[in-house]
C-alpha cells in the first residue's frame, strides 16, 4: 500500500468510533485535496490567486497590513491600518512573528473611527 505525499482532508486514515481500523476503499482523489495554511504575516498587502475545483478563485492572503473592523456599540465599521498583533491565545508564536488569524488580538489606527465619532457627535476623542 503505497500513499501520495500531500495534505488529503479524506477520512480513511482515521480510526472507527469504536477504535477499529477503517481499511481505504480508494486512493486519494483531487476532491479531498487540502492546501498549506497561508500563515498571514503583518507586512505591506501580498495576496496569491489560487485555482480551485471548476476554475474558479480563491485569494490567499500571504501578507497584510489593512482589514475591516467594527466598533460593535456604535454599529459602525471602517476600513483602517493594523499596527501590531498583541496577543494570541492559542500561541505565543504567532505574537512573535505577526501572524493574523481567527480571533488574534490586534492593534488598530483609530483615526477613522475617531473622525466618525467627532463628525457624528461634534466630540473629539483622545485629546
Known amino acids: 500500500q503505497t500513499t501520495n505525499m500531500g495534505i488529503s482532508r479524506d477520512k480513511w486514515h482515521k480510526r472507527r468510533k469504536t477504535g ?3 481499511n481505504p476503499i480508494r486512493k486519494k482523489r483531487k476532491f479531498e485535496l487540502g ?3 497561508s500563515n ?3 507586512a505591506p498587502r501580498r495576496i496569491h490567486e489560487v485555482r480551485t475545483r471548476g476554475g474558479n478563485k480563491k485569494f490567499r492572503a500571504l501578507r497584510l497590513d489593512t482589514g475591516n473592523y467594527a466598533w460593535g456599540s456604535e454599529a459602525i465599521a471602517r476600513k483602517t ?7 494570541n491565545a492559542s500561541n505565543n ?3 512573535r512573528t505577526k501572524t493574523l488569524v481567527k ?3 490586534v492593534m488598530i489606527d483609530a483615526t ?3 473622525q466618525w465619532y467627532a463628525q457624528h ?3 473629539h476623542l483622545g485629546k
Open 20 to 22: 477499529g481500523r477503517v
Open 35 to 37: 492546501r498549506p495554511a
Open 40 to 42: 498571514t504575516k503583518l
Open 81 to 87: 491600518r493594523i499596527i501590531d498583533v498583541v496577543y
Open 93 to 95: 508564536e504567532l505574537v
Open 103 to 105: 480571533n488574534c488580538v
Open 112 to 114: 477613522p473611527f475617531r
Open 121 to 123: 457627535y461634534g466630540v
